[in-house]
């Protein structure tokens, strides 16, 4: 079978939520079908990595972006009824690219994740789309809307109008289409009734996010993710603001890593607090995970499944997460992980860290539980076998036509 398959991001190196599904999902489902790659490089020194990703794929054409650049290009669509999100991801380049392969290769059928890039997969229709929407973006958008004010408040919600209509019709027109949780599907399913919505969930590398030899014991926490995300800068701002000063009253030497890419000004801004470390890049995350006697993920906002939340289980570090953060994995609160609301100011999390701090023994047990609980049920092989089944009904259906 021969796949074409069009990715927002280039899918190395596996270091974020999307790049890391894409990477598992895509190097795998190489080995059993003639796979050809076009991506995004964002940011344009992704470039760098074409030789290692042609080591996988039958073919790589990478197209550099700049999302600042186009960002400032997009403004003026917001006079029409377009998604923002298109007009950021749009490029003439790629498209020219896309449609040349589609006549040289002929491909089987195409692979297009996330809803930016539907439009480049669309002008094939005699092509069969499996659409990996990973999360719907639509409600991502209403969500922030919520949480913003104005004048933020009526672009988040212009953009969740015009995404979800788009989806829609992105939905309806797919073979199938698939994202990465059953709320999300449920989600899905109302925005474009009738449409063949599936879910094909995240899953997590069980041999690279090992746990350590032994626990650490002294009292500190992780928070990792891209640190340039809202999401992600939300939520470090909140563990810092809210729930690191509850903490250090009953732990004074308490201390908190925030680890990831790209931090914003206001995430370096939380190294000048007292217990506070921001590190910044970094080339191997599992050091500052297993470093820590517990992993935070205090996400406001959250859609579909957070890997974060699975590789930290994985690495045999006690999480306590949101509700949002939870939401979608299969894990039972207070035995594989500690869900917590926000509360007044932090308090509720602050209490379940202090819990496991606390009761170290609990902390390990919770820990050992979540190891096995993703070695059951989260392998990133089962996953691709199920994509892999998808595109091959998804072929078969055009040549019964």
């Known amino acids: ?18 790049k890391i599904r894409t990477h598992h999902l895509l190097t795998r489902l190489a080995k059993r079908c003639e796979l050809h790659l076009m991506a995004f490089a964002e940011p344009p020194s992704d470039l ?158 069980t041999d690279y996010f090992s746990p350590a030899a032994a626990p650490a014991e002294d009292a500190s926490a992780v928070f990792f993710g891209a640190m340039d995300y809202h999401a992600n800068v939300e939520a470090a701002v909140f563990l810092v603001r809210e729930v690191l000063p509850r903490v250090r009253a009953r732990y004074p030497g308490f201390r908190v890593v925030i680890a990831g890419s790209r931090p914003t000004a206001e995430v370096r801004a939380l190294a000048a607090v007292d217990g506070v470390t921001v590190t910044g890049y970094v080339d191997d995350i599992r050091g500052h995970v297993r470093g820590c006697a517990v992993c935070i993920i205090p996400l406001r906002v959250a859609r579909g ?21 939870a939401e979608g994995i299969e894990a039972e609160p207070g035995t594989h992980l500690v869900v917590a609301p926000f509360g007044e100011h932090g308090a509720p999390m602050a209490d379940a860290v202090l819990a496991l701090l606390h009761d170290r023994a609990r902390g390990h047990a919770i820990a050992a539980a979540a190891r096995q609980r993703v070695e059951a049920r989260y392998g990133w092989e089962p996953r691709s076998d199920e994509l892999h089944g998808m595109l091959t009904e998804a072929s078969e259906r055009r040549a019964r036509r």
Not at 1 to 18: E, N, Q, S
Not at 305 to 325: F, T, W
Request: net charge positive; proline share 7%.
């Open 1 to 18: 079978m021969r796949v074409l398959a069009l990715t927002h991001r280039t899918p190395f190196p596996p270091d974020k939520g999307d």
């Open 48 to 205: 760098a990595h074409a030789a290692r990703l042609r080591r996988h794929f039958a073919s790589v054409t990478l197209e550099p972006i700049d999302l600042r650049w186009q960002k400032v290009k997009a403004l003026p669509w917001m006079l029409g009824w377009r998604p923002m999100t298109l007009s950021v991801f749009g490029s003439a380049r790629l498209q020219t690219a896309v449609d040349r392969a589609v006549r040289e290769l002929n491909p089987d059928a195409i692979l297009a994740e996330s809803s930016s890039m539907a439009p480049y997969a669309l002008r094939h229709p005699e092509v069969p789309l499996v659409m990996d929407f990973v999360d719907v973006d639509s409600a991502k958008w209403r969500a922030y809307a919520e949480e913003a004010s104005f004048p933020m408040r009526s672009v988040y919600r212009r953009e969740a109008a015009t995404l979800e209509q788009y989806e829609r019709e992105v939905a309806r027109r797919a073979v199938i289409s698939t994202v990465t949780a059953d709320r999300e599907k449920v989600l899905l399913s109302a925005i474009a009734p009738g449409c063949d919505a599936r879910t094909l969930a995240n899953g997590v590398d």
């Open 305 to 325: 499944v957070q890997n974060k939340v699975l590789e930290a289980m994985a690495m045999g570090v006690p999480v306590v997460c949101s509700p949002a953060a």
